[in-house]
Every structure is written in C-alpha cells, then in structure tokens.
C-alpha cells in the first residue's frame, strides 16, 4: 500500500471508509468469511409436480393428540371440499406472568388467544370453541395492512 504524494480524492475515501480502491492508502482486501462449501446448510427441496399433498400430516400429536379439533386444525392441509389450506400455528408463550396461547390461522388471516394456569387447561378451552365454532377471533395485522394498502 503506497499513498499518493500529493493530496489525493481515492486515498481520502478510503480513509474515510467510504470506497476501497486497490493501490491507494488504506485499501482493505476483501476477505471471505463463508466457504462455498458451508454458506447453505439447509437446501430446498425438489417439489414434485403434484404439489403439496392435502393429506393430514402423519406425525405424532404428543399432548396435542387429546385434542382431536385443535390436532385438525393444526394438520389439516385442506378443506372438506379439497381445496387447499395453510396450516395453523400454535404459539405458547408467558404475558404479564400468565401463560398464553396463541393459534393463527393463516389461511384466513385471523388469531385467537387463550391462557390460563396450565397449558392443558388453555388446549381444553380451545379445544371447546374449535368444537362449538365459537372463538373469539381476531384480525391480523397483516389483514389491517392489505385492507388499508387497498382502500387508499
């Protein structure tokens, strides 16, 4: 690395990080953190040209198995009439010291939030209004965004 004799615009912006060019004083090497080999741990699955089967899952429920509506909910990847669905989520987590569950359905854009004592206590409650249809559900924020982007 030389400097340039006289004052010099390409040395300054290096200096001040603001470009690096090479033969110019404080030029930085570019130096390559991640192998070829190494960057992608994870591949993409090859997708056949069916698509995704809307079977139900076939994994074990665990806890959730005692909860037949709610294990449905979370698995089924389609309607009674065939069409296609995106899968729930169920989300636990600890608000203001209680334990709460959130389930989102994708699909339709909209959440319901339960908590109680016990996690088995919120799954039955759930499980009851899944049953009687009778959640309270709620919007996303996500639906909030899409309808304002469409209504201005």
């Known amino acids: 690395m030389r400097a340039c004799e006289s004052w ?4 300054y912006e290096n200096a001040r990080g603001r470009a690096n060019h090479r033969g110019h004083f404080s030029y930085r090497p570019y130096v390559t953190l991640f192998l070829p080999e190494t960057t ?13 089967s809307s ?9 959730l ?7 449905s909910f ?4 389609a309607y009674e009439d ?13 608000h203001e010291g209680r334990l709460t569950v959130a389930l989102n359905d ?3 854009q909209r959440t319901v939030f339960a908590s109680g004592d016990t996690l088995e206590t919120i799954l039955k409650a759930l499980e009851g ?14 639906s909030f965004q899409k309808k304002s982007k469409n209504s201005s």
Do not use: Y
Not at 65 to 71: D, H, K, N, Q, S
Not at 74 to 77: Q, R, S
């Open 65 to 71: 198995g005692g909860f037949p509506e709610l294990w």
């Open 55 to 63: 079977a139900p899952l076939e994994i074990d429920g665990g806890i």
């Open 40 to 52: 992608m741990a994870l591949k993409k699955p090859s997708v056949t040209p069916g698509g995704a």
């Open 82 to 94: 065939g069409t296609r669905r995106q899968l729930a989520t169920l989300l636990v987590f600890l």
């Open 129 to 142: 209004h899944l049953q009687c249809n009778d959640a309270e559900w709620r919007p996303n924020a996500k």
């Open 8 to 11: 010099c615009g390409l040395c």
């Open 74 to 77: 979370l698995t089924d990847a």
């Open 106 to 108: 994708r699909d339709n």
